[in-house]
Protein backbone atom coordinates (compact mmCIF):
# COMPACT_ATOMS: atom_id res chain seq x y z
CA UNK A 1 0.00 0.00 0.00
CA UNK A 2 2.69 2.49 0.79
CA UNK A 3 4.61 1.53 -2.49
CA UNK A 4 5.73 4.44 -5.04
CA UNK A 5 2.60 6.04 -6.69
CA UNK A 6 3.37 8.87 -8.83
CA UNK A 7 0.08 10.41 -9.66
CA UNK A 8 0.39 14.18 -11.01
CA UNK A 9 -3.43 14.77 -10.91
CA UNK A 10 -5.23 18.10 -12.07
CA UNK A 11 -6.01 20.68 -8.85
CA UNK A 12 -9.91 20.47 -8.81
CA UNK A 13 -12.19 23.37 -9.16
CA UNK A 14 -14.23 23.99 -6.07
CA UNK A 15 -16.48 25.72 -8.82
CA UNK A 16 -18.35 22.47 -9.24
CA UNK A 17 -19.65 21.77 -5.57
CA UNK A 18 -23.13 22.23 -4.45
CA UNK A 19 -24.44 23.67 -1.58
CA UNK A 20 -27.57 22.33 0.06
CA UNK A 21 -29.63 23.32 3.49
CA UNK A 22 -32.83 21.68 3.93
CA UNK A 23 -33.04 19.98 6.93
CA UNK A 24 -34.27 15.90 7.39
CA UNK A 25 -32.03 13.26 9.41
CA UNK A 26 -30.28 13.61 12.39
CA UNK A 27 -26.86 12.58 12.57
CA UNK A 28 -24.32 12.87 14.98
CA UNK A 29 -21.11 14.49 14.22
CA UNK A 30 -19.06 11.51 15.26
CA UNK A 31 -20.85 9.62 12.55
CA UNK A 32 -20.65 12.16 10.03
CA UNK A 33 -17.23 11.92 10.22
CA UNK A 34 -16.84 8.17 10.16
CA UNK A 35 -19.32 7.99 6.96
CA UNK A 36 -17.29 10.53 5.14
CA UNK A 37 -14.10 8.44 5.81
CA UNK A 38 -15.50 5.32 4.90
CA UNK A 39 -16.65 6.75 1.37
CA UNK A 40 -13.83 8.64 0.67
CA UNK A 41 -11.73 5.25 1.28
CA UNK A 42 -14.44 3.74 -0.87
CA UNK A 43 -14.12 5.53 -3.41
CA UNK A 44 -10.39 5.99 -4.02
CA UNK A 45 -7.89 3.34 -2.80
CA UNK A 46 -4.87 5.60 -2.20
CA UNK A 47 -6.65 6.75 0.97
CA UNK A 48 -5.85 5.46 3.90
CA UNK A 49 -5.59 6.16 8.02
CA UNK A 50 -3.26 6.40 10.34
CA UNK A 51 -2.68 7.04 14.10
CA UNK A 52 -3.08 5.78 17.70
CA UNK A 53 -5.39 3.41 18.29
CA UNK A 54 -7.32 3.94 14.82
CA UNK A 55 -7.86 0.34 14.01
CA UNK A 56 -7.76 -2.19 16.99
CA UNK A 57 -9.58 -0.05 19.26
CA UNK A 58 -11.46 1.81 16.06
CA UNK A 59 -9.99 5.60 17.08
CA UNK A 60 -9.77 6.75 20.61
CA UNK A 61 -13.54 8.62 20.33
CA UNK A 62 -15.12 6.07 17.77
CA UNK A 63 -14.82 7.90 14.70
CA UNK A 64 -12.61 5.18 12.65
CA UNK A 65 -14.76 2.51 14.30
CA UNK A 66 -15.64 -0.49 11.54
CA UNK A 67 -13.28 0.89 8.85
CA UNK A 68 -10.57 -1.89 9.60
CA UNK A 69 -12.56 -4.71 9.44
CA UNK A 70 -14.01 -2.86 6.12
CA UNK A 71 -10.44 -1.69 4.48
CA UNK A 72 -7.95 -4.68 6.34
CA UNK A 73 -4.65 -3.49 8.06
CA UNK A 74 -2.67 -2.06 5.05
CA UNK A 75 -5.35 1.30 4.60
CA UNK A 76 -6.26 1.12 8.87
CA UNK A 77 -2.67 1.54 10.56
CA UNK A 78 -2.03 1.61 14.23
CA UNK A 79 0.78 3.08 15.12
CA UNK A 80 3.11 3.35 18.07
CA UNK A 81 3.24 6.62 20.48
CA UNK A 82 5.08 8.30 18.14
CA UNK A 83 3.83 11.53 16.23
CA UNK A 84 7.07 12.52 14.72
CA UNK A 85 7.26 9.21 13.27
CA UNK A 86 4.04 8.08 11.88
CA UNK A 87 3.50 12.13 10.47
CA UNK A 88 6.91 11.48 8.80
CA UNK A 89 5.93 8.47 7.42
CA UNK A 90 2.34 10.35 6.28
CA UNK A 91 4.07 12.91 4.39
CA UNK A 92 6.25 10.95 2.50
CA UNK A 93 3.76 8.69 1.30
CA UNK A 94 1.67 11.62 0.27
CA UNK A 95 4.97 12.92 -1.57
CA UNK A 96 4.29 9.32 -3.55
CA UNK A 97 0.89 10.25 -4.31
CA UNK A 98 -1.08 7.87 -1.89
CA UNK A 99 -3.73 10.19 0.22
CA UNK A 100 -3.31 9.84 3.91
CA UNK A 101 -5.75 11.16 6.57
CA UNK A 102 -3.13 11.42 10.19
CA UNK A 103 -5.10 10.97 13.39
CA UNK A 104 -4.03 12.91 16.39
CA UNK A 105 -5.52 11.71 19.48
CA UNK A 106 -5.26 15.40 20.55
CA UNK A 107 -4.18 18.29 18.63
CA UNK A 108 -1.94 19.16 21.37
CA UNK A 109 0.09 16.16 20.16
CA UNK A 110 0.82 17.35 17.33
CA UNK A 111 3.39 19.79 18.51
CA UNK A 112 5.29 16.56 18.38
CA UNK A 113 5.52 16.69 14.77
CA UNK A 114 5.22 19.88 14.03
CA UNK A 115 8.51 19.83 11.84
CA UNK A 116 6.63 17.50 9.84
CA UNK A 117 3.18 19.63 9.22
CA UNK A 118 4.86 22.47 8.54
CA UNK A 119 8.44 22.34 7.27
CA UNK A 120 7.61 19.31 5.45
CA UNK A 121 4.49 19.08 4.22
CA UNK A 122 2.98 23.22 4.34
CA UNK A 123 6.26 24.58 2.42
CA UNK A 124 6.92 21.28 0.01
CA UNK A 125 4.73 22.76 -2.91
CA UNK A 126 5.80 26.24 -2.93
CA UNK A 127 9.91 25.07 -2.41
CA UNK A 128 9.11 22.82 -5.57
CA UNK A 129 7.38 25.30 -7.79
CA UNK A 130 4.40 23.07 -7.86
CA UNK A 131 6.20 20.10 -8.56
CA UNK A 132 4.91 18.28 -5.64
CA UNK A 133 1.70 17.90 -3.89
CA UNK A 134 1.01 16.86 -0.40
CA UNK A 135 -2.46 15.86 -0.15
CA UNK A 136 -2.73 14.68 3.38
CA UNK A 137 -4.75 15.28 6.07
CA UNK A 138 -4.21 15.96 9.59
CA UNK A 139 -7.00 15.13 12.22
CA UNK A 140 -8.21 15.16 15.48
CA UNK A 141 -10.00 16.86 18.65
CA UNK A 142 -8.62 20.66 19.13
CA UNK A 143 -9.61 22.90 22.05
CA UNK A 144 -10.79 22.71 25.24
CA UNK A 145 -12.55 19.55 26.04
CA UNK A 146 -13.60 19.34 30.16
CA UNK A 147 -11.16 18.83 32.98
CA UNK A 148 -8.19 17.42 30.94
CA UNK A 149 -5.75 20.26 31.59
CA UNK A 150 -3.45 22.30 30.20
CA UNK A 151 -1.52 19.89 27.81
CA UNK A 152 -4.79 18.55 26.40
CA UNK A 153 -6.93 22.17 25.87
CA UNK A 154 -4.94 24.38 23.28
CA UNK A 155 -6.63 25.25 20.37
CA UNK A 156 -4.55 25.84 16.98
CA UNK A 157 -6.65 27.30 15.25
CA UNK A 158 -4.55 30.52 15.28
CA UNK A 159 -1.07 28.33 15.00
CA UNK A 160 -1.84 26.75 12.09
CA UNK A 161 -4.14 29.23 10.40
CA UNK A 162 -1.03 31.22 10.16
CA UNK A 163 0.82 29.28 7.83
CA UNK A 164 1.35 29.59 4.27
CA UNK A 165 0.78 26.17 2.58
CA UNK A 166 -1.33 24.98 4.91
CA UNK A 167 -5.73 24.91 4.56
CA UNK A 168 -7.00 25.06 7.88
CA UNK A 169 -10.63 23.67 8.15
CA UNK A 170 -12.53 24.00 11.89
CA UNK A 171 -16.29 21.95 11.65
CA UNK A 172 -19.51 22.88 13.87
CA UNK A 173 -22.04 20.55 12.43
CA UNK A 174 -22.65 17.32 11.16
CA UNK A 175 -22.90 18.92 7.68
CA UNK A 176 -19.67 20.60 8.17
CA UNK A 177 -17.61 17.49 9.04
CA UNK A 178 -19.13 15.29 6.41
CA UNK A 179 -18.78 18.16 3.85
CA UNK A 180 -15.51 19.81 5.01
CA UNK A 181 -13.71 16.33 5.70
CA UNK A 182 -14.45 15.11 2.49
CA UNK A 183 -13.19 17.92 0.54
CA UNK A 184 -10.19 17.99 3.15
CA UNK A 185 -9.46 14.41 1.54
CA UNK A 186 -10.05 15.18 -1.54
CA UNK A 187 -7.71 18.19 -1.76
CA UNK A 188 -4.18 18.44 -3.25
CA UNK A 189 -2.54 20.35 -0.33
CA UNK A 190 -1.74 19.45 3.49
CA UNK A 191 -5.64 20.49 5.41
CA UNK A 192 -5.23 20.29 9.07
CA UNK A 193 -8.65 19.38 10.02
CA UNK A 194 -9.49 20.75 14.04
CA UNK A 195 -12.68 18.72 15.37
CA UNK A 196 -14.38 19.04 18.89
CA UNK A 197 -14.31 16.54 21.34
CA UNK A 198 -17.52 18.08 23.07
CA UNK A 199 -19.24 18.25 19.39
CA UNK A 200 -18.53 14.57 18.64
CA UNK A 201 -22.18 13.15 20.24
CA UNK A 202 -24.06 16.23 19.08
CA UNK A 203 -26.98 15.48 16.49
CA UNK A 204 -27.19 17.61 14.06
CA UNK A 205 -30.30 17.92 11.22
CA UNK A 206 -28.66 16.49 7.62
CA UNK A 207 -30.67 16.76 3.91
CA UNK A 208 -30.04 13.64 2.03
CA UNK A 209 -28.32 15.76 -0.53
CA UNK A 210 -25.80 15.99 2.55
CA UNK A 211 -25.71 12.37 2.71
CA UNK A 212 -25.03 11.71 -0.61
CA UNK A 213 -21.50 10.11 -1.16
CA UNK A 214 -20.90 12.74 -3.68
CA UNK A 215 -21.99 15.93 -1.33
CA UNK A 216 -18.62 18.47 -0.56
CA UNK A 217 -18.14 21.81 0.55
CA UNK A 218 -16.11 24.29 -0.70
CA UNK A 219 -12.85 25.08 1.50
CA UNK A 220 -12.88 28.74 2.26
CA UNK A 221 -16.52 29.67 2.22
CA UNK A 222 -18.17 30.63 5.41
CA UNK A 223 -21.73 30.07 6.11
CA UNK A 224 -24.56 32.61 7.78
CA UNK A 225 -26.37 30.35 9.89
CA UNK A 226 -28.86 32.94 11.31
CA UNK A 227 -29.19 36.28 9.63
CA UNK A 228 -28.99 39.59 11.44
CA UNK A 229 -29.14 43.31 11.02
CA UNK A 230 -27.44 44.55 14.00
CA UNK A 231 -24.63 42.77 15.16
CA UNK A 232 -22.62 40.27 13.44
CA UNK A 233 -21.29 37.83 15.36
CA UNK A 234 -18.14 35.46 13.85
CA UNK A 235 -17.42 32.06 15.79
CA UNK A 236 -16.06 28.60 14.88
CA UNK A 237 -16.30 25.21 15.73
CA UNK A 238 -18.12 24.32 19.15
CA UNK A 239 -18.52 28.30 19.74
CA UNK A 240 -20.88 28.69 16.58
CA UNK A 241 -23.61 26.57 18.59
CA UNK A 242 -22.98 29.45 21.78
CA UNK A 243 -23.72 32.19 19.22
CA UNK A 244 -26.60 30.93 18.36
CA UNK A 245 -27.59 30.66 21.58
CA UNK A 246 -26.33 34.05 22.08
CA UNK A 247 -28.72 35.46 19.07
CA UNK A 248 -32.01 33.71 20.52
CA UNK A 249 -31.23 35.54 23.58
CA UNK A 250 -30.50 39.03 22.08
CA UNK A 251 -33.57 38.25 20.06
CA UNK A 252 -35.68 38.54 23.26
CA UNK A 253 -34.53 42.12 23.93
CA UNK A 254 -34.65 43.49 20.47
CA UNK A 255 -30.98 42.83 18.94
CA UNK A 256 -31.09 41.22 16.00
CA UNK A 257 -27.74 39.28 15.41
CA UNK A 258 -26.02 37.69 12.44
CA UNK A 259 -24.11 34.35 13.45
CA UNK A 260 -21.39 33.68 10.44
CA UNK A 261 -20.12 30.11 11.21
CA UNK A 262 -16.36 30.22 9.73
CA UNK A 263 -15.87 26.52 8.71
CA UNK A 264 -12.35 27.42 7.34
CA UNK A 265 -9.99 29.47 9.04
CA UNK A 266 -7.12 29.54 6.16
CA UNK A 267 -8.40 30.25 3.65
CA UNK A 268 -10.86 33.15 5.60
CA UNK A 269 -13.72 33.74 4.26
CA UNK A 270 -13.13 37.77 4.50
CA UNK A 271 -15.49 38.93 1.54
CA UNK A 272 -18.63 37.14 3.56
CA UNK A 273 -17.32 38.70 6.91
CA UNK A 274 -16.73 42.06 5.45
CA UNK A 275 -20.34 41.98 3.83
CA UNK A 276 -22.08 41.41 6.61
CA UNK A 277 -19.96 44.28 8.97
CA UNK A 278 -21.42 46.72 6.50
CA UNK A 279 -25.02 45.04 6.66
CA UNK A 280 -24.98 45.55 10.67
CA UNK A 281 -22.18 47.95 11.30
CA UNK A 282 -21.06 46.25 14.38
CA UNK A 283 -18.61 42.76 15.34
CA UNK A 284 -18.29 40.64 17.63
CA UNK A 285 -16.05 37.76 16.89
CA UNK A 286 -15.27 34.63 19.65
CA UNK A 287 -12.91 31.77 19.59
CA UNK A 288 -12.06 29.41 22.50
CA UNK A 289 -8.28 30.10 21.66
CA UNK A 290 -5.90 32.96 23.42
CA UNK A 291 -6.76 36.70 22.67
CA UNK A 292 -3.21 37.64 21.74
CA UNK A 293 -2.18 36.97 17.59
CA UNK A 294 -5.81 35.05 17.64
CA UNK A 295 -7.99 34.40 15.13
CA UNK A 296 -10.48 37.32 15.86
CA UNK A 297 -7.79 39.31 15.93
CA UNK A 298 -6.85 38.73 12.36
CA UNK A 299 -10.85 39.58 11.63
CA UNK A 300 -10.80 42.46 13.20
CA UNK A 301 -7.66 43.47 11.48
CA UNK A 302 -9.64 42.35 7.88
CA UNK A 303 -12.92 44.40 8.72
CA UNK A 304 -10.98 47.41 10.02
CA UNK A 305 -8.71 47.34 6.48
CA UNK A 306 -11.46 46.66 4.31
CA UNK A 307 -14.84 48.43 6.43
CA UNK A 308 -13.93 50.58 8.82
CA UNK A 309 -15.85 52.91 7.60
CA UNK A 310 -18.96 51.14 8.11
CA UNK A 311 -18.46 50.97 11.82
CA UNK A 312 -20.77 51.89 13.88
CA UNK A 313 -18.90 50.58 16.81
CA UNK A 314 -15.62 49.61 18.65
CA UNK A 315 -15.32 45.54 17.67
CA UNK A 316 -15.70 43.11 20.43
CA UNK A 317 -13.70 40.00 20.78
CA UNK A 318 -14.51 37.04 23.00
CA UNK A 319 -11.53 34.42 23.86
CA UNK A 320 -10.24 32.38 26.19
CA UNK A 321 -8.49 33.64 29.44
CA UNK A 322 -4.84 34.55 28.56
CA UNK A 323 -3.42 31.63 31.38
CA UNK A 324 -2.58 27.88 30.26
CA UNK A 325 -6.23 25.85 30.77
CA UNK A 326 -6.50 25.54 34.57
CA UNK A 327 -7.71 22.13 35.60
CA UNK A 328 -9.66 23.27 38.58
CA UNK A 329 -12.99 23.07 37.35
CA UNK A 330 -14.07 26.33 38.58
CA UNK A 331 -11.42 28.24 36.90
CA UNK A 332 -11.44 26.09 34.10
CA UNK A 333 -14.91 27.67 33.54
CA UNK A 334 -13.96 31.29 34.06
CA UNK A 335 -10.93 30.44 31.22
CA UNK A 336 -13.37 29.47 28.40
CA UNK A 337 -15.97 32.38 26.77
CA UNK A 338 -19.53 31.35 27.38
CA UNK A 339 -22.87 32.71 26.01
CA UNK A 340 -23.40 35.20 28.41
CA UNK A 341 -20.15 36.79 27.22
CA UNK A 342 -21.33 36.87 23.80
CA UNK A 343 -24.17 38.58 24.92
CA UNK A 344 -22.82 41.18 26.92
CA UNK A 345 -20.27 41.70 24.20
CA UNK A 346 -23.24 42.23 21.66
CA UNK A 347 -24.89 44.58 23.93
CA UNK A 348 -21.91 47.09 24.23
CA UNK A 349 -21.52 46.60 20.40
CA UNK A 350 -24.74 47.79 20.42
CA UNK A 351 -24.79 50.17 22.92
CA UNK A 352 -27.19 48.39 25.10
CA UNK A 353 -25.18 47.41 28.17
CA UNK A 354 -27.95 47.92 30.24
CA UNK A 355 -32.02 46.35 29.82
CA UNK A 356 -34.02 48.80 27.95
CA UNK A 357 -36.51 48.90 30.55
CA UNK A 358 -33.60 50.55 32.96
CA UNK A 359 -32.49 52.38 30.30
CA UNK A 360 -35.77 53.93 29.66
Known amino acids: MLGVIRNKSIRPSFSTFRFFSSSAKQMTVRDALNSALDE???????VFLMGEEVGEYQGAYKITKGLLEKYGPERVLDTPITEAGFTGIGVGAAYYGLKPVVEFMTFNFSMQAIDHIINSAAKSNYMSAGQ????????????AAAGVGAQHSHC???WYGSCPGLKVLAPYSAEDARGLLKAAIRDPDPVVFLENELLYGESFP???EVLDSSFCLPIGKAKIEREGKDVTITAFSKMVGFALKAAEILEKEGISAEVINLRSIRPLDRPTINASVRKTNRLVTVEEGFPQHGVGAEICTSVIEESFGYLDAPVERIAGADVPMPYAANLERLAVPHVEDIVRAAKRACHRSVPLAAAA
Open 156 to 158: YAS
Open 40 to 46: EMSADSK
Open 206 to 208: VSA
Open 132 to 143: ISVPIVFRGPNG
